[in-house]
């Protein structure tokens, strides 16, 4: 009778328990990955859909189907049909031509930086079924198909080429590349990491010219990688890279005309240190829009220029007393005018000028901030956009008239939203997630009506059911100088009000960033959820300098990077200290890049609340940093020796009282590990105890096999030894 009873007790216990995260699950399998939507085209008619298909022993199809019944059509293109040299062609990696007559697709890609990658593409003839490589003399950048289709332009070894695919032959385009002094239509380092671009070259609407963006390198100066694979000297990697106050590329803005073969040089004016962000052809062939910025980045001008001459005009100015974001908003409404995005009224809405530079009207306006132009119809004369009109901490999709009218929301749940609108406006794939749910993905018809649901990550849903998880509570606070934060928090999954908890503080907090946001977290969700089971209260707050929140508060750190934002966190830490179910004496911090920045902050100027902390990747001083971004917050170091120096971690190490852990990948193209060898330098100086993790071969995200296992193992022992 004992030993029923026993086991009757058991049993709901056993029924009723959940499953531990652990660090194996979240980063050696990556059993929490969430999916998103791939290989889904809408074709030019409007009225189908392509999809590729897999089957079973890795053959797949692109298959063509119906938009309204979701029926297939036709199978288009087999992957047996895709043969090249008695191999098959992975279609996994095909984009369309403007015709939807070839399919590029791409093999052995070989990534360099965060934007660019070269590898060897190929494009496959859906009529004729035959195959063309792009190019036999080495690996290809940036493939662009000309309008009509029958053309794609490409770098390859810093020059720039264009493949006739009609008889298969080679135009080059430039000669003069070299690595580490030319580069031809592809960005230097700075550029592509600060300006969010790679590829700088464009076709023009009819074809006949392609621009691009020359990167003179030869005065900038190197910096130079070493990398660890067993030989008896490590592999060295030099490359271009100019730090806060040095010498950048001089660019130069060119034009080729495939019908003359010659090549005009646009007049961007005289002075030479300055910035090009974008190039762009207007729906007039004949001209190109470039833009312009100035070395202090405050001024932003858009130039027009002939294609052929390659004289010049400026049509719009855009100024500021801080800086100007770049973007790519630039549109151009048929030969009418073009809309862009600015901050002139102190947040950025989108803003509708004629050809002539002349405002013809503000179309979005209120004390919120579109964070993304998703388009312009045409046809029906509106515009698309997403904002911050529900707060800072959510994303929705709205549409507008180009006239500023009839504003109305399109998403309709709670959280962050996206559309991607396809050609014509009639279709659009929607993203959709929150705090707690995992991205779901739909095909929609314009007016909402939900066609195919292309992820719903049901699969995550239901492994999550699994596990006891804890929510994000989103909440305000208000710092010292009485401005209002916005914060969120997660509990341990047995909280108990009357206990007191030690505290995660997490942070990234750089300008123009958002980390308190209602939307899916991604891997950091189950780990944070991991140290909730530890009996860890984790937080996050966005202090000043991030976005969301209109351009005083975004801009309110210009000149003095670190110290706000330490203000704000040490501010944040103390009202924490002060909840009843908190232990003051047990507070923490962790950060990554300008998140490292600030643990390296917290450990020192904020000793007297900060325990411990743990700063990945961090910078330490700004002057090691590149320059288009520091000195876009701070001026160069001969203008603001202030601004670098009062707020730089290496000057702060003698105030560190508590535990500190400092993580660096040797490989990190991006905040050099001399960041951390310089703070490391400072505190063995001082005689300051701290551990030290340097990961070899390992660049600025620090991952790759095991290794985001391991980093994650190391901090969470030494988050349970030392806080």
Request: a neutral charge; hydrophobic letters at 35%.
């Amino acid at each position: 009778m004992k030993k029923h009873l026993f086991i009757f007790l058991l049993f709901p216990l056993f029924y009723f328990s959940q499953n531990q995260i652990n660090l194996e699950e979240i980063w050696g399998k990556y059993a929490f990955s969430a999916k998103s939507a791939h290989g889904f085209n809408v074709l030019n008619n409007g009225t189908s859909y392509v999809e590729l298909v897999e089957a079973s022993g890795g053959s797949n199809t692109l298959v063509e189907f119906d938009l309204k019944t979701g029926n297939k059509i036709k199978d288009l293109v087999k992957s047996n049909e895709v043969e090249f040299k008695s191999r098959y062609l992975n279609l996994g990696t095909y984009e369309f031509s403007p015709g939807e007559d070839k399919i590029l697709l791409s093999e052995n890609t070989e990534m360099i930086y965060r934007r660019s990658a070269k590898a060897n593409y190929y494009v496959y003839d859906m009529l004729s079924k035959k195959v063309i490589e792009l190019s036999e003399k080495g690996k290809q950048m940036f493939p662009k198909f000309s309008p009509d289709g029958k053309k794609i332009a490409f770098v390859r070894d810093n020059n720039l080429y264009i493949k006739n695919l009609d008889d298969a032959s080679e135009i080059i385009v430039t000669n003069d590349g070299e690595w580490n002094k030319i580069k031809n239509a592809w960005a230097d380092w700075v550029y592509e990491e600060e300006f969010s671009k790679a590829d700088y070259f464009d076709w023009s609407k009819n074809g006949q010219f392609l621009a691009y963006v020359k990167f003179n390198e030869a005065r900038v100066k190197e910096y130079t990688l070493d990398f660890y694979k067993g030989d008896l000297y490590p592999e060295k990697y030099t490359f271009k890279y100019p730090k806060a106050g040095e010498d950048n590329s001089i660019v130069s803005v060119h034009v080729f005309d495939l019908v003359s073969k010659n090549t005009s040089t646009v007049d961007i004016g005289s002075e030479t240190d300055i910035y090009i962000p974008r190039i762009q052809f207007t729906n007039n062939a004949k001209v190109l829009c470039v833009q312009r910025l100035n070395r202090l980045q405050n001024k932003l001008e858009y130039l027009f220029a002939d294609a052929i001459s390659g004289s010049s005009k400026v049509i719009v100015s855009d100024e500021s007393k801080t800086y100007v974001d770049i973007s790519d908003d630039l549109t151009f409404v048929g030969d009418k005018g073009f809309i862009i995005s600015s901050e002139a009224d102190d947040y950025n809405h989108l803003y509708y000028y004629d050809l002539n530079g002349k405002l013809i009207n503000q179309i979005t306006k209120g004390a919120w901030d579109v964070m993304e132009f998703k388009g312009y119809n045409e046809k029906t004369n509106q515009v698309y956009f997403q904002s911050t009109e529900n707060g800072p901490m959510y994303r929705d999709i709205y549409v507008v008239d180009l006239n500023g009218k009839n504003k109305k929301r399109l998403s309709n749940k709670t959280g962050y939203s996206n559309f991607e609108f396809t050609k014509g406006y009639k279709f659009y794939v929607s993203s959709y997630s929150n705090a707690s749910t995992p991205p779901v993905y739909e095909f929609c018809s314009i007016d909402g009506k939900s066609i195919k649901v292309l992820e719903d990550n049901k699969a995550l849903r239901d492994k999550m059911t699994n596990y006891k998880l804890s929510k994000k509570t989103f909440f305000k606070f208000k710092n010292s100088d009485g401005t209002e934060l916005n914060a969120w928090m997660m509990k341990p999954q047995n909280f108990d009000s009357t206990k007191k908890y030690p505290v995660y503080m997490y942070a990234y907090n750089g300008p123009g960033s958002n980390q308190v946001n209602d939307a899916w977290g991604s891997f950091d969700y189950f780990w944070y959820n991991l140290l909730n089971q530890e009996g860890y209260i984790v937080v996050c707050a966005d202090g000043r300098g991030t976005m969301g929140r209109g351009r005083v508060f975004k801009h309110s750190t210009y000149l003095q990077l670190g110290k706000l934002e330490t203000m704000d966190q040490i501010d944040f830490a103390k009202y924490l200290g002060n909840l009843s179910y908190v232990d003051k004496t047990r507070i923490g911090f962790q950060g990554w890049s300008y998140g490292g920045y600030m643990a390296s902050l917290m450990i020192s100027k904020g000793a007297d609340v900060i325990k411990a902390a743990i700063a990945v990747a961090p910078v330490t001083n700004w002057k090691y940093y590149d320059n288009i971004y520091t000195e876009r917050f701070l001026r160069k170091p001969s203008e603001n020796k202030s601004g670098y120096e009062d707020n730089s971690p290496t000057n702060f190490v003698k105030q560190i009282k508590g535990k500190f852990l400092l993580i660096h990948g040797s490989a990190d193209d991006n905040v050099h590990m001399q960041n951390s060898m310089e703070l490391a330098a400072a505190m063995v100086k001082e005689n300051v105890a701290f551990d030290f993790m340097i990961y070899p071969n390992k660049n600025h995200g620090i991952y790759g096999g095991k290794t985001r296992l391991h980093i994650y193992s190391k901090m969470l022992k030494f988050i349970k030894e030392n806080l």
